[in-house]
T-cell receptor, first 116, second 113 residues
Framework: GAVVSQHPSWVICKSGTSVKIECRSL??????MFWYRQFPKQSLMLMATSNEGSKATYEQGVEKDKFLINHASLTLSTLTVTSAHPEDSSFYICSARGSDRGNTIYFGEGSWLTVV | AQTVTQSQPEMSVQEAETVTLSCTYDTSESDYYLFWYKQPPSRQMILVIRQEAYKQQNATENRFSVNFQKAAKSFSLKISDSQLGDAAMYFCARMEYGNKLVFGAGTILRVKS
């Protein structure tokens, strides 16, 4: 089974509302988590690096005020899409690297977001 | 930007045959990690194999093996005895400083019975 869990798997929200996606490491402590976005039939695009207890580091071109990332504990990072619009509809995937897992990165199951 | 290139958008292989997926990358670092991930229709990213650049020996995991050519910055994946369950999107990735993964565009692998 997956060692990183995402919730929800599917979410539909109305345009203008905010939606939160959770990423949990189930059997290890994740000091660093990563958030990716994937459009259909395309590759994964790194949005931001989430570090426990500090501010996230966003990739160039990613709006940090729109995609709020919080990594308040060693097992949980959240991505909040604020004031969502239809163009934010996508597949969002998190991944985690634990301090006791070397350089292997484990991925969550992903979350489909549809903004209507 | 340092990139990862997968030049084959789509590949097909007959069941039980062997297929090789290509990947080249760009880096200025001397030590780094390379990965192949499989993404089936469920969208779950599954680690297939990884290679540490300082190791000259090619990594192998059961039916999966790599041909790592450091000087050429090439990292191909060979799948032997292909099975229907191997059908998926395959991504080559390089780990950057800070443990960030940079992915290639992906190769869709179709397995014919």
């Amino acid at each position: 089974g997956a060692v990183v869990s995402q919730h929800p798997s599917w979410v539909i929200c109305k345009s203008g509302t905010s939606v939160k996606i959770e990423c949990r490491s189930l059997d290890f402590q994740a000091t660093t988590m990563f958030w990716y976005r994937q459009f259909p039939k395309q590759s994964l695009m790194l949005m931001a690096t989430s570090n426990e207890g500090s501010k996230a580091t966003y990739e160039q071109g990613v709006e940090k005020d729109k995609f709020l990332i919080n990594h308040a504990s060693l097992t949980l990072s959240t991505l909040t899409v604020t004031s969502a619009h239809p163009e934010d509809s996508s597949f969002y995937i998190c991944s985690a690297r634990g301090s006791d897992r070397g350089n292997t990165i484990y991925f969550g199951e992903g979350s489909w977001l549809t903004v209507v | 930007a340092q990139t990862v290139t997968q030049s084959q958008p789509e590949m097909s292989v007959q069941e039980a045959e062997t297929v090789t997926l290509s990947c080249t990358y760009d880096t200025s670092e001397s030590d780094y990690y390379l990965f192949w991930y499989k993404q089936p229709p469920s969208r779950q990213m599954i680690l297939v194999i990884r290679q540490e650049a300082y190791k000259q020996q090619n990594a192998t995991e059961n039916r999966f093996s790599v041909n790592f050519q450091k000087a050429a910055k090439s990292f191909s994946l060979k799948i032997s005895d292909s099975q229907l369950g191997d059908a998926a999107m395959y991504f080559c990735a390089r780990m950057e400083y800070g443990n960030k993964l940079v992915f290639g565009a992906g190769t869709i692998l179709r397995v014919k019975s």
